[in-house]
């Protein structure tokens, strides 16, 4: 079935410095790709996407690329902070109605 | 005000009890889904319905059912025949090829 890799499943930066997240996909017509950031006890929220026809997008301290030739894209996030200490998921788009997710990063910021 | 409402917040069973689960949107999604969370892991596909009277089992759709007789809702029921039903319960809809939004959860405790 479809499926969607992400890693690492945990990740540890200093604050201020940068994070780096990745995804690796296997349906080749996927052309959706949200990143969503859960923090503990609530309900995860969408930060950032990108679509198929576009190779990089920044929001501010969050970037994502796609590189469709590999189905892999990453979520780049630049001078960390405290609030960024959360669990991410990828995901994405399969018949335009599912989008399959992949198992989450918990991101962790020492301060 | 738009978004995703989920009731109750927090709910407990006790043993051979079913539970309803409410999600309503007012976002005029067609896609809706449920997605189960144990603590610390990611999010597993319960049901999803595309349109109004159809839906389709996700990945652990075993001892749940559903129904989608209108847009704006899809409730889930927990019937005695899910064994181990603690977990954070989260609603989602979607605009097909869009962003998934996520109602606040519910989290059901078994007694």
């Known amino acids: 079935g479809e499926n969607v890799e992400q890693h690492p499943s945990t990740l540890s930066v200093q604050e201020g410095d940068s994070a780096v997240i990745k995804c690796t996909y296997s349906?080749?017509?996927?052309?959706?790709f949200p990143w969503y950031k859960q923090e503990l006890g609530k309900r995860p929220q969408l930060i950032i996407d990108?679509?198929?026809n576009v190779g990089e997008k920044k929001d501010q301290r969050i970037a994502v690329t796609l590189n469709k030739t590999a189905k892999h894209f990453s979520l780049h996030i630049t001078e960390t902070q405290p609030e960024d200490s959360a669990v991410y998921f990828c995901a994405a788009d399969y018949s335009n109605y599912q989008l399959i997710w992949g198992a989450g990063t918990k991101l962790i910021i020492k301060p | 005000d738009g978004g995703i409402t989920q009731s109750p917040k927090y709910l407990f069973r006790k043993e051979g009890q079913n539970v309803t689960l409410s999600c309503e949107q007012n976002?005029?999604?067609?896609?809706m889904y449920w997605y189960r969370q144990d603590p610390g892991q990611g999010l597993r596909l319960i049901y999803y319905s595309q349109i109004v009277n159809d839906f389709q089992k996700g990945d652990i759709a075993e001892g749940y059912s559903v129904s989608r007789e209108k847009k704006e809702s899809f409730p889930l029921t927990v019937t005695s025949a899910q064994k181990n039903p603690t977990a954070f319960y989260l609603c989602?809809?979607?605009?097909?090829?869009?962003?998934?939004?996520f109602g606040p959860g519910t989290r059901l405790t078994v007694l």
């Open positions: 349906d080749s017509a996927s052309n959706y």
């Open positions: 976002l005029n999604h067609d896609a």
């Open positions: 989602a809809s979607r605009r097909q090829g869009y962003e998934q939004f």
């Open positions: 990108i679509r198929s």
